[in-house]
């Protein structure tokens, strides 16, 4: 993907850190025994092995930030990483082949400042040292010419990439229309009937009107295919009463979780790290100017805030920023501070005050704790017994009679979600079980046993009227007052005008104000809120609303707020994106037409080698 901005130094931090940290230079010098120096190239560019190993060292480096942790190169694989990172190095590749047939090249007085410039080449007194300067290459596997020929190429990219990524805008038709109807409001008048409001109460449906209904809504009274099954079950709670705890085994317990029981004080923290002090900078900037928010950041970065959330951490868990931050207050975006994976900014959400708990006071914690763990134990030795009583041809009944297994039977559809119903593991035994199958011992998340015996499967078949008549006479009822509540509704409509009131048909009315496309109104349904934006002003419409029914006028329409905060942010937010994205689409298509001019050779032996490095 490409980068904006001067990427010419950015290059050689790259190649110092893979040179002095990383050791990425012994990829095609030695890695690979010396005979694989390119896995492919572009036109007549080749594709260094180092280059696509420290491309692909930076992309690792980059999916672990966004995770917290390391991900496994086979993780990183079967997420595209590896795909990613070719495709990189083939677009830079096809940029440098594009550089070449323009002409395109930096002059050596500007090359030579450049090289001067670098700080990893200057000596004690701030200069350039040759020495250091050939010394840095000769580790890296790089010859001067080759080094300094890298340093053009990636300069004369920058050239190329600038002139497409910046300056791409969207017209002001696409930001203004996207706002108009995002931030759009209205003002409506609204009045709800009930029940309480027909002049004649719905009464009990005929015994012709019920059984229509259950006819017409068939669906709603058929039962799921569900299966009868026999089973026996023993869990940890069963039998936890009868586990003893000794008064040194709680103790001990005690003192290896002191850390829990005894917390210093710590802060609910929201990392989010960038690979430049000058990005995490500008970030910063951006919420101090105003119309960013940590939210949108966050966004702008394709990550959510689970993704940063580092839950609560004590000041030392926060190493050299762990000072700043715990010197901020609840709510605060502190830094760019240090990190483990880079410079970031920090919001503090909230403050844990330190914790001390006696022996006294988490005893009976830790005895339940305890007790339950070794019950688990208890039911883990049945397990083999119990087996070979199944093979020996024991019923589920034997084992109740003969062990601490409790007999029991349900009906389970895929909707039973109580007893054992509410454990996975027997949701799934019990989906896949038959007939056929002879009952063995599975074992339950909360270290639980059961066994289970497939007795009969009914198909998906309608409830019997007679069994539901309450429930079906409730359904019919509902209906039948919705439906004369929408016809009494509907007869006002003729005299509800813009300019009427409510009153003057009887009708209890509030006004709602600004209501927007995606806000929230309590006790109103939302297909109101559509039925709302779809109306022409001054227009009353009705929304069924389970038993009642809304009278909704539409009184005023209102442009976007262009002074609210909110629409502000949008505006910078639509306008960030939509750059964005025809910067990258153009970009996309510049280095799609390259490739297919120039060509591309790859080396999947030579590739491969390389991804054997990681493993």
Known sequence: MAKRGNTVSKTLIWILLALLIVGLAGFGATGLGGNIRTIGAVGEKPISVDLYARTLQDDLRAVSAQAGQNVPFATAQALGIDRQSLSKVVTTRALDHETAELGLSVGDVQLQKQILSMSAFQGLNGQFDRDSYRFALENAGLGEAEFEESLREEAARTLVQGAILSGNMMPDTYENTLVAYIGERRNATVARLTATDLAEQVGAPTPEQLKAYYDENIDNYTLPQTKKITYSWLSPDMIADTVEVDETALKDAYD?????????????????????????????AQLEAGGMTFELLVEDRGLALSDIDLGDLTQSELGDAGSAIFAANTGDVVGPLPSDLGPALFRINGVLAAQSTSFEDARA??????????????????????????????TLEDLANETDMELGQIDWSSEAEDGLAAYEAFRSAAAEVTLEDYPEVAVLEDGGIFAMRLDEVLEPRPQPLEEITERVTTGWQTKATRDALRAEAE????????????????????????????????AMPPAAILALFDAEQGTTVVVDDVSDVLIIRLDEVLPADEDSDDIKAVRVRLNNQAASAVSQDLFEAFARDIQQRAGIQLDQNAINAVHANFN
Not at 263 to 278: A, F, S
Not at 493 to 521: H, K, M, Y
């Open 256 to 284: 290896e979780r002191n850390e829990e029981f005894n917390k210093p004080e710590r802060r609910l923290i929201e990392r989010l790290v960038y690979g430049e002090q000058e990005a995490a900078s500008s970030a910063k």
């Open 365 to 394: 914690q830790l005895k339940d704790e305890l007790a339950a763990d070794r019950a688990r134990r208890v039911v883990e030795a049945q397990i083999s017994d119990i087996d070979d009583m199944l093979a020996g041809g024991a």
């Open 491 to 522: 007869a006002l409509l003729p005299q509800i005008t813009a300019e009427s009131d409510f009153a003057e048909v009887d009708l209890e009315s509030e006004t709602l104000t600004e209501l927007t496309r995606t806000g929230f109104v309590e």
